[in-house]
Nanobody, 119 residues
Framework: QVQLVESGGGLVQPGGSLRLSCAASESIFSFNAMGWYRQAPGKQREFLAAISLGGFTDYADSVKGRFTISRDNAKNTYLQMNSLNPEDTAVYYC??????????????WGQGTQVTVSS
């Protein structure tokens, strides 16, 4: 059973930075992509960033230039978040996506980590 465990969330002042980590229970190279999403109160979960098996990255416009997704060569994926503002306050989720045949995909999710940006 795949497990994803996020860490690194917390309270940060506007303009500050945080680095989120996601530890997978198996090699991240067993997935087609790793990603980060967030969900603010009363809002839908939104895509932030992803990194493909081949190392290509993609970002939502709202975080492009401020957030950076990266990974190590084992089981960890990271999200470096800079220039945080109160609108970035949300629960942040790690995602792992795997192709299950044909055009089918399966998404695994972590339990989430809270990020609060406030003075």
């Amino acid at each position: 059973q795949v497990q994803l465990v996020e860490s690194g969330g917390g309270l940060v002042q506007p303009g500050g930075s945080l680095r989120l980590s996601c530890a997978a229970s198996e090699s991240i190279f067993s997935f087609n992509a790793m990603g980060w999403y967030r969900q603010a109160p009363g809002k839908q979960r939104e895509f932030l960033a992803a990194i493909s098996l081949g190392g290509f990255t993609d970002y939502a416009d709202s975080v492009k230039g401020r957030f950076t997704i990266s990974r190590d060569n084992a089981k960890n994926t990271y999200l470096q978040m800079n220039s945080l503002n109160p609108e970035d306050t949300a629960v942040y989720y790690c995602n792992a996506r795997r192709n299950v045949g044909g055009s089918g995909w399966y998404d695994y999710w972590g339990q989430g980590t809270q990020v609060t940006v406030s003075s």
